[in-house]
RNA sequence: CGGGAUGUAGCGCAGUUUGGUAGCGCAUCUGGUUUGGGACCAGAGGGCCGCAGGUUCAAGUCCUGUCAUCCCGACCA
């Protein structure tokens, strides 16, 4: 393509709208545009480089023997409304009326449909297993969306579903989904760790999803670098560590802590330690009310501590009045002792001893709590979120903790809505079964954003060659020169011929400004055709490395060719 | 949904405190000189100052409301 004929509106001012990098990268390099909150056009660039990532997770998918199908993103609301979920998503769902007045809704994930599907069109068991997929827009309404495309309320996905006659069967084609996925990843460049993941609400039997490291990560990840455990904040495994605690017989005893409130205030007053004290915290559970306690250095983590009681709806931190009114004191005095609702202790202060926890009485403490002496947690677990420095769960060596962009998750679904939908099989011995299923998702346009995450300079994006929108961006010093432009012209053309998606940069700009845009859209190879053309020499230069090595024009062309090749 | 901030030309911003002809840089268009890392000179076009009310002789500026966007948090199959 000549970009005198390309729209590539670049920018060369960051977008006051733009915080993170591959954000303001896509809009000044000219990929997309915003059109509301979370809602993104694609211009020619940013469609080409989103087409290649399509295609190579198709090639996969398709390698791995799935079939692609295609369905609307507009959808009637009974199979949500049979499954539960047209009331479970709640307003994260868009939902529109037809003229009649009809419940339709913007599919935000299709279990039901692909369900349904399988009901209507599959007649024997001797079609399983069977997986469907579909790239497809997909609509949800994010409380917040931000980061561009990161998290948008409409973005395209890869969706999959496997089905299959008993959970052996599963397990296969959740592996071919993996093997599939880690294909993918590589191949888009993506650097990438698989952790376990929260099954959650969902039920199932195990879950995993495809992160990649990011400081604007929005998921936290626990990783160990000496086996290969690696699990996100909800399912990593908190192993409990030894701190010292004083040694004897102590009695529990009332301490008068007057304006002492928060940890870093107890630490100052106390003079000990942040882990010799237990924090007792209230939550709402569904009706009723909770206490958790966790180490005075350690955080709650409120998804473990609600997949361990079996809460259904939200999880939130008690009001302050009704803090007042179980624990009979003011926020930031609550404690064990004497607490009429349910109290769950962390594994760690299972191992606490003379500890200081809040006294439930405004202005006072206990110091040498013991458990089982002074009070009894009514259920100890593993409710904390896990820390750098860690004990790996399976091997010991400390855990290493990281932020990560969730570009991929494969979840074994079970039976959840085969058995609501009513998806069963007539076995061989014409006996009723109910269809085991899995999903298997990709953010498709959150891989793009994701890639430039992981490549990018102070100049502009980095792509992988597999993905980049052009592998090759020719350039004439000055277009004005006939040598040079013929030149120019001639490997542009060679090129095209080899199969390489090359750009001619044929505008009359000055070369600082072809430069510039060169690195800021981010092709991986430049060939610049400058004063030395007369010589038959040309500048090469890969967008990953500083300098530029000069060539003869033939070497120039072939070494292009073999480099992108190699890479797709 | 809680907290914070911002809406002025395509983009980035000043002007709002103290009401009085709407500005700057970049981009765009014309002419000329330039051509190896975002050129220079001269000229030109482009605005319902987010929107709606109100106060005032007079509102970008003050008041009320509203909408939008961004950030932190909550939420996120």
Redesign the pocket.
Known sequence: MRISNLLI????????????PS?RLML?AGFIR?L????YSYLPLGLKTLKKVENIIREEMDRAGAQELLMSALLPAEAYQVSG?WD?????MFRLKDRWGRDFCLG??H?ELFTQTVINEVRSYKEYPMTLYQIQT?Y?D???????VM?SRE?I?K?AYSFDRDSAGLDESYKKMYDAYCRIFTRLGLDFTIVDADS???GGSGSQEFMVKSPVG??GIAYCNKCSYAANYEKAVCMPSEKPFPEGDFDIEKVQTPNVHTIDELVAFFNAKPHMFAKTILYKADDKYIAAMVRGDREIN??KLKNLIGCTD???LAEPHMVREITKADVGFAGPVGLEIEVIADLEVAQMKNFIIGANETGYHFKNANINKDFTPSRIADIRTIESGDACPRCGAPIETAQGIEVG?I?KLGTKYSDSLGLTYLDENGKSQTVIMG?Y?I?VTRCLAAAIEQNYDE??IIWPVSIAPYHVIVMP?????DAQMQAAEKIYENLKAAGIDALLDDR?????????????IGIPV?I??????GDGI??Y?LRTENV?VEKTIDRAVSDAIEFVKARL
């Open positions: 509106p670049t920018l060369r001012e960051i977008p006051a709208e733009a915080e993170i954000h000044r915003k509301a909150a979370g809602i979920r479970v998503f709640g307003p994260a935000p994930t279990e997909k949800r994010e409380a917040r969306p931000r980061f561009g998290r973005f996905m969706d959650g609400a969902m929005e998921d409120e998804v939200d999880l939130v998750h979840f999903c998702g953010g100049n502009g010093v000055n277009a004005k020169e009359s700009e000055r070369p600082g400004v072809k430069f510039k845009d060169a690195d800021l430049r610049v055709v400058g004063k030395k053309i040309v500048e230069k530029a």
